[in-house]
């Protein structure tokens, strides 16, 4: 079976300092990822999502960027963290064409920018 | 940009009680699918609808699709405390690589 893995379950950084968030898939080939942001009580913000090693489209130009080095690995990260990058960071993976399936999620991480 | 936008945005109902949540989507679309969310919690998917669909069951979920309409419902029977969470639909179109868009969801509280 299919597992999706995030982390660190929670963070607090402060303002200025470097962000590193990993997702890794297991038990599947080829997935589609996703990274979203989600601020309290809102809906998803689709901030990058890949369908290959290398291949990464962005979605909403901010701080922030997205690696692929493996297959199975999307990594999120920033140089220079700002308050409003506080919010709920979710991975997730789908498999064929994305949006024409259903999407498989992380258990996200808390991050909390001071 | 936004596609799905639920409706109403937050709901609370007895335990037992039928909840209905509805989404409206404003282009043309390949599938609808549905989502929940438990608090501080990642989501999970419910069910998938095609836009060739008119109405799909998985347990004591119900879901009708209205592409005349751009509508769809979630309808959950005999609600339980165990349901209270946000719903959230989510609509994946006809151009190829193109992500589900989410809407901002339904909160249900189910109150026992």
């Known amino acids: 079976s299919q597992t999706i893995h995030q982390w660190p379950a929670t963070l607090v950084q402060p303002v200025g300092s470097p962000l590193s968030l990993e997702c890794t898939v297991e038990?599947?080939?080829?997935?589609?990822l996703y990274w979203y942001r989600q601020a309290a009580g809102r809906g998803l913000q689709l901030l990058f999502y890949?369908?290959?090693?290398?291949?990464i489209s962005s979605e909403v130009p901010q701080n922030l960027s997205a690696s692929r080095p493996q297959d199975r690995q999307f990594i999120l990260s920033s140089k220079k963290l700002l308050l409003s990058d506080s919010g709920f960071y979710l991975c997730a993976w789908s498999l064929g064409t994305p949006g024409d399936h259903e999407q498989y999620f992380g258990p996200g991480t808390r991050l909390t920018v001071t | 940009s936004q596609q799905g936008e639920e409706d109403p945005q937050a709901l609370s109902i007895q335990e037992g009680e039928n909840a209905t949540m509805n989404c409206s989507y404003k282009t043309s679309i390949n599938n609808l699918q549905w989502y929940r969310q438990n608090s501080g919690r990642g989501l999970v998917h419910l069910i998938l609808i095609r836009s060739n669909e008119r109405e799909k069951h998985s347990g004591r979920l119900r879901v009708t699709l209205d592409t005349s309409k751009k509508s769809s419902s979630l309808l959950i029977t005999a609600s339980r405390a165990a349901d209270t969470a946000s719903y959230f639909c989510?609509?994946?179109?006809?151009?190829?690589?193109?992500?589900?868009?989410f809407g901002k969801g339904t909160r249900l509280s189910v109150i026992a």
């Open positions: 038990g599947t080939s080829n997935p589609n």
């Open positions: 890949s369908v290959g090693i290398g291949q």
């Open positions: 989510a609509t994946g179109g006809y151009s190829g690589n193109t992500p589900l868009v």
